[in-house]
Protein backbone atom coordinates (compact mmCIF):
# COMPACT_ATOMS: atom_id res chain seq x y z
CA UNK A 1 0.00 0.00 0.00
CA UNK A 2 2.49 2.72 1.12
CA UNK A 3 4.58 1.59 -2.35
CA UNK A 4 1.52 1.96 -4.05
CA UNK A 5 1.14 5.67 -2.28
CA UNK A 6 4.71 6.54 -3.23
CA UNK A 7 4.49 5.73 -6.80
CA UNK A 8 1.25 7.97 -6.90
CA UNK A 9 3.09 10.73 -4.77
CA UNK A 10 6.03 10.54 -7.27
CA UNK A 11 3.99 10.79 -10.39
CA UNK A 12 2.11 13.57 -9.01
CA UNK A 13 5.03 15.50 -8.03
CA UNK A 14 8.19 14.88 -10.36
CA UNK A 15 9.91 18.42 -10.45
CA UNK A 16 9.77 18.07 -6.49
CA UNK A 17 11.41 14.26 -6.97
CA UNK A 18 13.69 15.16 -9.61
CA UNK A 19 14.64 18.55 -7.49
CA UNK A 20 15.36 16.04 -4.62
CA UNK A 21 16.96 13.26 -6.22
CA UNK A 22 19.37 15.92 -8.08
CA UNK A 23 20.43 17.00 -4.70
CA UNK A 24 21.66 13.56 -3.76
CA UNK A 25 22.91 13.19 -7.12
CA UNK A 26 25.16 16.50 -6.40
CA UNK A 27 26.59 15.42 -2.93
CA UNK A 28 27.47 12.35 -4.29
CA UNK A 29 28.86 13.02 -7.84
CA UNK A 30 30.84 15.56 -5.93
CA UNK A 31 31.96 13.85 -2.92
CA UNK A 32 33.41 10.75 -5.75
CA UNK A 33 34.99 13.23 -7.52
CA UNK A 34 36.69 14.71 -4.97
CA UNK A 35 37.67 11.92 -2.95
CA UNK A 36 38.67 10.27 -6.45
CA UNK A 37 40.58 13.36 -7.34
CA UNK A 38 42.20 13.38 -3.40
CA UNK A 39 43.63 10.76 -4.01
CA UNK A 40 44.83 11.13 -7.26
CA UNK A 41 46.82 14.06 -5.83
CA UNK A 42 48.08 12.56 -2.95
CA UNK A 43 49.58 10.17 -4.91
CA UNK A 44 50.84 12.84 -7.40
CA UNK A 45 52.31 14.94 -4.56
CA UNK A 46 54.26 11.68 -3.17
CA UNK A 47 55.71 11.06 -6.78
CA UNK A 48 56.69 14.43 -7.21
CA UNK A 49 58.19 15.37 -4.17
CA UNK A 50 59.79 11.98 -3.80
CA UNK A 51 61.60 13.35 -7.05
CA UNK A 52 62.93 15.70 -5.08
CA UNK A 53 65.22 13.49 -3.69
CA UNK A 54 66.52 11.57 -0.92
CA UNK A 55 65.57 13.60 2.64
CA UNK A 56 67.88 11.49 4.81
CA UNK A 57 71.32 10.90 4.95
CA UNK A 58 72.56 7.92 7.47
CA UNK A 59 76.17 8.70 8.47
CA UNK A 60 78.90 6.72 10.69
CA UNK A 61 78.76 8.54 14.01
CA UNK A 62 82.34 9.52 14.13
CA UNK A 63 82.18 11.69 11.00
CA UNK A 64 84.26 14.82 10.87
CA UNK A 65 81.03 17.34 9.80
CA UNK A 66 83.49 19.90 8.82
CA UNK A 67 84.86 17.23 6.16
CA UNK A 68 81.56 15.95 5.64
CA UNK A 69 80.10 19.80 4.50
CA UNK A 70 83.06 20.40 2.05
CA UNK A 71 83.20 17.04 0.78
CA UNK A 72 79.66 16.22 0.58
CA UNK A 73 79.99 12.55 2.10
CA UNK A 74 81.77 11.33 5.05
CA UNK A 75 85.19 10.62 5.47
CA UNK A 76 84.93 7.62 7.45
CA UNK A 77 83.29 4.35 6.67
CA UNK A 78 80.91 1.62 7.89
CA UNK A 79 79.56 -2.25 7.46
CA UNK A 80 77.51 -2.59 4.54
CA UNK A 81 75.29 -5.15 6.11
CA UNK A 82 73.93 -1.97 8.23
CA UNK A 83 71.12 -1.25 5.89
CA UNK A 84 70.10 -5.13 6.58
CA UNK A 85 69.32 -4.30 9.64
CA UNK A 86 66.55 -2.13 8.54
CA UNK A 87 64.87 -5.38 7.66
CA UNK A 88 63.32 -6.08 10.95
CA UNK A 89 62.32 -2.99 11.89
CA UNK A 90 58.86 -2.53 9.29
CA UNK A 91 57.11 0.02 11.45
CA UNK A 92 59.59 2.29 10.25
CA UNK A 93 59.43 5.81 9.53
CA UNK A 94 62.79 5.08 6.80
CA UNK A 95 61.81 4.14 3.52
CA UNK A 96 63.86 3.67 -0.31
CA UNK A 97 66.89 3.02 2.00
CA UNK A 98 70.09 2.95 -0.38
CA UNK A 99 73.77 1.99 0.49
CA UNK A 100 76.37 4.47 -0.72
CA UNK A 101 79.96 4.78 -1.26
CA UNK A 102 81.51 7.76 -2.54
CA UNK A 103 85.02 9.10 -3.58
CA UNK A 104 86.90 11.67 -4.98
CA UNK A 105 88.58 11.27 -7.79
CA UNK A 106 91.27 12.62 -10.28
CA UNK A 107 89.81 11.24 -13.71
CA UNK A 108 90.96 11.90 -17.32
CA UNK A 109 92.48 15.52 -15.64
CA UNK A 110 88.79 16.16 -13.81
CA UNK A 111 87.70 16.15 -10.35
CA UNK A 112 84.79 13.41 -9.91
CA UNK A 113 83.03 11.73 -7.12
CA UNK A 114 83.01 8.04 -8.01
CA UNK A 115 79.33 7.00 -5.88
CA UNK A 116 78.48 3.28 -5.97
CA UNK A 117 74.94 2.60 -5.33
CA UNK A 118 73.07 -0.86 -4.08
CA UNK A 119 69.52 -1.68 -4.66
CA UNK A 120 66.99 -0.08 -2.60
CA UNK A 121 65.81 -1.54 1.07
CA UNK A 122 62.04 -1.28 1.65
CA UNK A 123 61.48 -2.03 5.66
CA UNK A 124 57.83 -2.06 4.90
CA UNK A 125 57.95 -5.18 2.28
CA UNK A 126 55.72 -3.18 -0.08
CA UNK A 127 56.67 -3.09 -3.36
CA UNK A 128 57.47 0.89 -4.44
CA UNK A 129 59.14 2.66 -7.27
CA UNK A 130 62.28 2.65 -7.14
CA UNK A 131 64.10 6.16 -6.17
CA UNK A 132 68.06 5.28 -7.35
CA UNK A 133 69.20 5.45 -10.90
CA UNK A 134 69.14 1.61 -11.85
CA UNK A 135 72.93 0.92 -13.04
CA UNK A 136 73.60 -2.48 -14.67
CA UNK A 137 76.66 -4.21 -13.98
CA UNK A 138 79.71 -2.94 -16.32
CA UNK A 139 77.27 0.20 -16.88
CA UNK A 140 77.91 3.75 -15.29
CA UNK A 141 76.00 6.87 -15.41
CA UNK A 142 77.87 10.35 -15.74
CA UNK A 143 76.71 13.43 -14.75
CA UNK A 144 76.25 16.73 -16.89
CA UNK A 145 79.42 18.04 -16.97
CA UNK A 146 81.59 15.08 -16.90
CA UNK A 147 79.92 14.19 -19.89
CA UNK A 148 80.51 17.51 -21.20
CA UNK A 149 83.83 18.42 -19.97
CA UNK A 150 84.82 15.08 -21.07
CA UNK A 151 82.80 14.62 -24.49
CA UNK A 152 81.27 11.57 -23.36
CA UNK A 153 78.81 9.58 -25.14
CA UNK A 154 76.00 7.03 -24.00
CA UNK A 155 76.74 3.89 -25.11
CA UNK A 156 80.32 4.60 -25.35
CA UNK A 157 83.12 2.77 -23.19
CA UNK A 158 85.94 4.28 -20.64
CA UNK A 159 88.43 2.89 -18.83
CA UNK A 160 88.28 3.86 -14.98
CA UNK A 161 90.73 2.76 -12.47
CA UNK A 162 91.94 0.00 -14.92
CA UNK A 163 88.22 -1.44 -15.16
CA UNK A 164 86.22 -1.25 -18.62
CA UNK A 165 82.61 0.36 -18.35
CA UNK A 166 80.22 1.74 -20.80
CA UNK A 167 78.09 4.81 -20.33
CA UNK A 168 75.07 3.91 -20.21
CA UNK A 169 73.25 7.31 -19.66
CA UNK A 170 74.44 11.13 -18.77
CA UNK A 171 71.65 12.95 -16.67
CA UNK A 172 70.00 16.12 -17.56
CA UNK A 173 71.60 19.10 -15.69
CA UNK A 174 70.97 19.29 -12.20
CA UNK A 175 72.84 22.45 -10.64
CA UNK A 176 74.28 20.26 -8.00
CA UNK A 177 77.38 17.92 -7.33
CA UNK A 178 75.58 15.24 -9.07
CA UNK A 179 76.65 17.15 -12.14
CA UNK A 180 80.40 15.44 -11.40
CA UNK A 181 79.40 11.91 -9.92
CA UNK A 182 79.72 9.03 -12.11
CA UNK A 183 77.34 6.15 -10.65
CA UNK A 184 78.17 2.90 -10.70
CA UNK A 185 76.95 -0.60 -8.72
CA UNK A 186 78.15 -0.70 -5.38
CA UNK A 187 80.18 -4.14 -5.49
CA UNK A 188 81.98 -2.28 -8.24
CA UNK A 189 83.01 0.82 -7.29
CA UNK A 190 83.96 -1.27 -3.66
CA UNK A 191 86.15 -3.66 -5.74
CA UNK A 192 87.72 -0.47 -7.34
CA UNK A 193 88.71 1.27 -4.43
CA UNK A 194 89.87 -1.96 -2.34
CA UNK A 195 86.65 -1.01 0.27
CA UNK A 196 85.06 -4.52 0.15
CA UNK A 197 81.90 -4.29 2.47
CA UNK A 198 82.31 -0.75 3.36
CA UNK A 199 79.98 2.19 2.70
CA UNK A 200 79.88 5.74 4.16
CA UNK A 201 76.51 6.50 3.68
CA UNK A 202 73.27 4.91 3.94
CA UNK A 203 70.54 7.48 1.68
CA UNK A 204 66.87 7.35 2.85
CA UNK A 205 63.36 8.93 2.71
CA UNK A 206 61.24 10.15 5.61
CA UNK A 207 57.72 8.59 5.54
CA UNK A 208 56.83 9.81 9.55
CA UNK A 209 53.56 12.07 9.16
CA UNK A 210 53.40 14.36 11.95
CA UNK A 211 50.09 15.81 13.11
CA UNK A 212 50.85 18.43 15.80
CA UNK A 213 52.65 21.22 15.06
CA UNK A 214 55.00 21.47 17.83
CA UNK A 215 56.71 17.42 16.70
CA UNK A 216 60.56 17.57 15.45
CA UNK A 217 60.37 14.79 13.17
CA UNK A 218 64.27 14.82 12.92
CA UNK A 219 64.20 13.72 16.87
CA UNK A 220 61.82 11.04 16.21
CA UNK A 221 63.74 9.40 13.92
CA UNK A 222 66.70 9.78 15.52
CA UNK A 223 65.36 8.24 18.22
CA UNK A 224 64.08 5.55 16.19
CA UNK A 225 67.59 4.92 14.59
CA UNK A 226 69.26 4.51 18.08
CA UNK A 227 67.20 1.06 18.24
CA UNK A 228 68.74 -0.13 15.00
CA UNK A 229 72.00 1.72 14.82
CA UNK A 230 73.43 3.09 17.98
CA UNK A 231 76.58 3.97 16.07
CA UNK A 232 75.22 6.16 13.28
CA UNK A 233 73.65 9.84 12.92
CA UNK A 234 70.70 10.62 10.49
CA UNK A 235 70.85 14.19 8.50
CA UNK A 236 67.70 15.62 7.43
CA UNK A 237 67.45 18.02 4.04
CA UNK A 238 64.50 19.73 5.80
CA UNK A 239 63.96 22.09 3.05
CA UNK A 240 62.71 19.30 0.96
CA UNK A 241 61.00 17.28 4.30
CA UNK A 242 59.00 20.34 5.09
CA UNK A 243 58.02 21.17 1.97
CA UNK A 244 56.41 17.55 1.61
CA UNK A 245 54.68 17.90 5.38
CA UNK A 246 52.96 20.92 4.22
CA UNK A 247 51.97 19.86 0.48
CA UNK A 248 50.29 16.21 2.52
CA UNK A 249 48.73 18.90 5.11
CA UNK A 250 47.18 21.49 2.79
CA UNK A 251 45.24 18.94 0.65
CA UNK A 252 43.89 16.44 3.60
CA UNK A 253 42.56 20.24 5.09
CA UNK A 254 41.39 21.21 1.42
CA UNK A 255 39.29 17.87 1.25
CA UNK A 256 38.34 18.23 4.51
CA UNK A 257 36.82 21.95 4.05
CA UNK A 258 34.92 21.32 1.13
CA UNK A 259 32.97 18.21 1.82
CA UNK A 260 31.13 19.16 4.95
CA UNK A 261 30.00 22.33 3.13
CA UNK A 262 28.92 20.51 0.11
CA UNK A 263 27.24 17.38 2.03
CA UNK A 264 25.25 20.65 4.57
CA UNK A 265 24.25 22.52 1.72
CA UNK A 266 22.57 19.43 0.10
CA UNK A 267 21.00 18.44 2.92
CA UNK A 268 19.28 21.66 3.68
CA UNK A 269 18.33 21.46 -0.01
CA UNK A 270 16.46 17.88 0.40
CA UNK A 271 14.69 19.12 3.84
CA UNK A 272 13.48 22.30 2.23
CA UNK A 273 12.15 20.66 -0.93
CA UNK A 274 10.49 17.71 1.88
CA UNK A 275 9.04 20.70 3.99
CA UNK A 276 7.62 22.38 1.11
CA UNK A 277 6.17 18.74 -0.09
CA UNK A 278 4.59 18.40 3.76
CA UNK A 279 3.32 21.93 3.15
CA UNK A 280 1.53 21.53 0.08
CA UNK A 281 0.03 18.30 1.11
CA UNK A 282 -1.45 19.46 4.37
CA UNK A 283 -5.25 18.98 2.98
CA UNK A 284 -4.54 15.15 1.86
CA UNK A 285 -2.32 14.50 5.23
CA UNK A 286 -5.23 15.78 7.28
CA UNK A 287 -8.00 13.39 5.43
CA UNK A 288 -5.69 10.23 5.62
CA UNK A 289 -5.58 11.41 9.00
CA UNK A 290 -9.12 11.53 9.16
CA UNK A 291 -9.39 8.53 7.90
CA UNK A 292 -7.75 6.42 10.44
CA UNK A 293 -4.06 5.73 8.95
CA UNK A 294 -1.58 6.55 11.61
CA UNK A 295 1.44 8.34 12.00
CA UNK A 296 3.62 5.73 10.99
CA UNK A 297 1.48 5.09 7.80
CA UNK A 298 2.78 8.80 6.70
CA UNK A 299 5.89 8.56 7.78
CA UNK A 300 6.66 5.77 5.57
CA UNK A 301 5.86 7.31 2.76
CA UNK A 302 7.73 10.26 3.13
CA UNK A 303 10.98 8.64 4.46
CA UNK A 304 10.08 5.50 2.04
CA UNK A 305 10.14 8.20 -0.86
CA UNK A 306 13.35 10.06 0.57
CA UNK A 307 15.20 6.14 0.41
CA UNK A 308 14.15 6.05 -2.85
CA UNK A 309 16.02 9.85 -3.28
CA UNK A 310 19.10 8.60 -1.67
CA UNK A 311 19.13 5.24 -4.02
CA UNK A 312 18.77 7.15 -6.87
CA UNK A 313 20.91 9.91 -6.35
CA UNK A 314 23.84 7.96 -4.93
CA UNK A 315 23.66 5.60 -7.94
CA UNK A 316 23.89 8.17 -10.75
CA UNK A 317 25.93 10.50 -8.08
CA UNK A 318 28.98 7.64 -8.35
CA UNK A 319 28.80 7.20 -11.77
CA UNK A 320 29.00 10.95 -12.77
CA UNK A 321 31.71 11.34 -9.80
CA UNK A 322 33.69 8.06 -11.06
CA UNK A 323 33.50 9.27 -15.34
CA UNK A 324 34.72 12.56 -14.43
CA UNK A 325 37.56 11.60 -12.08
CA UNK A 326 38.70 9.09 -15.01
CA UNK A 327 38.15 11.05 -18.04
CA UNK A 328 39.68 14.02 -16.74
CA UNK A 329 41.72 13.21 -13.98
CA UNK A 330 44.61 11.74 -16.67
CA UNK A 331 45.01 15.60 -17.76
CA UNK A 332 45.91 16.90 -14.23
CA UNK A 333 47.67 14.50 -12.47
CA UNK A 334 49.89 12.94 -15.33
CA UNK A 335 52.51 11.28 -13.51
CA UNK A 336 50.05 9.59 -11.72
CA UNK A 337 47.65 8.93 -14.39
CA UNK A 338 47.60 5.42 -14.79
CA UNK A 339 46.62 4.91 -11.47
CA UNK A 340 43.42 6.59 -11.63
CA UNK A 341 40.64 4.26 -11.29
CA UNK A 342 37.22 3.65 -10.14
CA UNK A 343 37.05 3.07 -6.48
CA UNK A 344 34.13 0.40 -6.27
CA UNK A 345 33.85 0.55 -2.36
CA UNK A 346 32.69 4.00 -3.00
CA UNK A 347 29.56 2.79 -4.30
CA UNK A 348 28.44 0.85 -1.36
CA UNK A 349 29.10 3.28 0.85
CA UNK A 350 28.06 6.14 -0.91
CA UNK A 351 24.21 4.78 -1.44
CA UNK A 352 24.34 3.80 2.94
CA UNK A 353 25.67 7.36 3.33
CA UNK A 354 22.98 9.01 0.64
CA UNK A 355 20.08 7.06 2.02
CA UNK A 356 20.83 7.65 5.74
CA UNK A 357 21.71 11.23 4.83
CA UNK A 358 17.98 11.77 2.86
CA UNK A 359 16.30 9.79 5.65
CA UNK A 360 17.52 12.23 8.54
CA UNK A 361 17.22 15.50 6.63
CA UNK A 362 13.55 14.65 5.95
CA UNK A 363 12.88 13.72 9.46
CA UNK A 364 11.70 16.74 10.77
CA UNK A 365 9.26 17.44 7.85
CA UNK A 366 7.97 13.94 8.37
CA UNK A 367 7.38 14.82 12.12
CA UNK A 368 6.02 18.36 11.35
CA UNK A 369 3.33 16.11 8.78
CA UNK A 370 2.18 13.10 11.35
CA UNK A 371 2.06 15.68 14.22
CA UNK A 372 -0.62 18.02 12.87
CA UNK A 373 -4.07 18.11 13.94
CA UNK A 374 -6.00 17.01 11.48
CA UNK A 375 -9.22 18.73 12.50
CA UNK A 376 -7.41 21.58 12.63
CA UNK A 377 -6.10 21.14 9.40
CA UNK A 378 -9.60 20.56 7.43
CA UNK A 379 -11.25 23.51 9.66
CA UNK A 380 -8.56 25.71 7.54
CA UNK A 381 -9.41 23.88 4.63
Not at 212 to 223: E, H
Request: with cysteine; charged share 20%.
Amino acid sequence: MILHLIKKEIALRKINFTFSVFAVFLAVALFIAFYTSNEASRRETIRLTRDMGFNLRIIPANTDMDAFWQNGFSDTTMPEENVQRFRTYKDFSFAHLTATLHKKLRWREMDIVLTGIADEIEPSGRQKTPMIHLVEPGTVIAGFEIARHLNLQEGENINLLNKDFRVAKILAESGSIDDIRLFARLPEVQELLNMSGRINEIRALNCLCLTADDQDPLLLLRDQLKAVLPKAKVIMDKTIAVAREKQRLMLENYFAFIIPFVVVACALWIASLVFINVRDRRHEIGVLRALGYNGGYIAGLFLGKAMLVGLLGAFFGYLAGTLFSVWYGPEIFKVTASEIKPIYILLIWSTLAAVGFSVVAALLPTFIAITQDPAEVLRGE
